[in-house]
Nanobody, 127 residues
Framework: QVQLVESGGGSVQAGGSLRLSCAVF????????MGWFRQASGKEREGVAT???????AYADSVKGRFTISQDGAKNTLYLQMNTLKPEDTAMYYC?????????????????????WGQGTQVIVSS
């Protein structure tokens, strides 16, 4: 059974940094696409960043130049380095994985394309 476990959330002042981690357990084959999503209170879940099995990355316009998605060499941990955080980055952050495709692996992809999700980690950015 595939499991994703996020960590690294917390509270930070605007301009600060946080690094989120997502450990992936129980898989037999490397995920074809992994991503970070976020959901602010009262808003829909939105894609933040994605990385496919070739290492190609993509970012939402709102985080380009500030956030970096990466994986460790074994591809069993996903990271999201978040710099120059803004209050509008406040949200619950989720990692997600797909083992069934990657041609659509961009932040605008529908969340339903990802079959596996973590439980989320809260990020709060104060002004």
């Amino acid at each position: 059974q595939v499991q994703l476990v996020e960590s690294g959330g917390g509270s930070v002042q605007a301009g600060g940094s946080l690094r989120l981690s997502c450990a992936v357990f129980g898989y037999r084959y490397d995920p074809l696409c992994m991503g970070w999503f976020r959901q602010a209170s009262g808003k829909e879940r939105e894609g933040v960043a994605t990385i496919d099995h070739n290492g190609s990355t993509a970012y939402a316009d709102s985080v380009k130049g500030r956030f970096t998605i990466s994986q460790d060499g074994a591809k069993n941990t996903l990271y999201l380095q978040m710099n120059t955080l803004k209050p509008e980055d406040t949200a619950m952050y989720y990692c997600a994985a797909s083992f069934s495709g990657s041609s659509w692996c961009v932040p605008s992809a529908a969340p339903r394309r990802f079959g596996y999700w973590g439980q989320g980690t809260q990020v709060i950015v104060s002004s």
